[in-house]
């Protein structure tokens, strides 16, 4: 099956703050299932950034966990790939390509997993159990 390594929170934000799009800086053509890597990588400083951004942006209003509680080097959830646009009017959306996500489900315990860079492969018999027990999150 198919990952994607993503810095948190972002990782958290698809999962938890209905962010249906991901930046890229290149086109994915892929469509179909998508497992959602939390890269184990992420600074305060860039966790700071990142959640004063989303403020700014009006895209999340609330609390985040503590960076220290969010799950890193770690399959975290799974969604489809529906398309890849350079234009949307989603506020997430800052581009040059956006990945668009729908039907996004949480897994209930992280799975831990090293990220690699772009699209990666993951055995599908790592990741069964957890799809079948994963919960569906809200918009």
């Not at 934000?13 to 290149?26: D, G, Q, T």
């Not at 497992?35 to 990588?41: E, F, T, V, Y």
Request: aromatic share 10%.
């Amino acid at each position: 099956m198919k990952a994607l390594s993503i810095r948190q929170p972002w990782a958290w934000a698809i999962l938890h703050a209905s962010k249906r799009i991901e930046n890229r800086v290149w086109r994915c053509d892929y469509r179909g299932t998508l497992l959602i890597h939390a890269a184990k990588g992420c600074t305060r400083r860039e966790y700071i950034q990142a959640l004063a951004w989303m403020a700014t942006r009006g895209v999340f209003v609330g609390s985040a966990p503590h960076l220290a509680d969010m799950p890193r080097g770690a399959l975290v959830g799974i969604a489809d790939v529906c398309g890849c646009v350079d234009t949307s009017p989603s506020p997430w959306f800052i581009g040059p390509y956006g990945i668009e996500l729908a039907n996004v489900r949480a897994f209930v315990e992280p799975i831990p997993y090293r990220g690699q860079l772009g699209l990666f492969d993951v055995p599908d018999e790592l990741v069964r159990k957890a799809i079948e027990e994963a919960q569906e999150v809200t918009p």
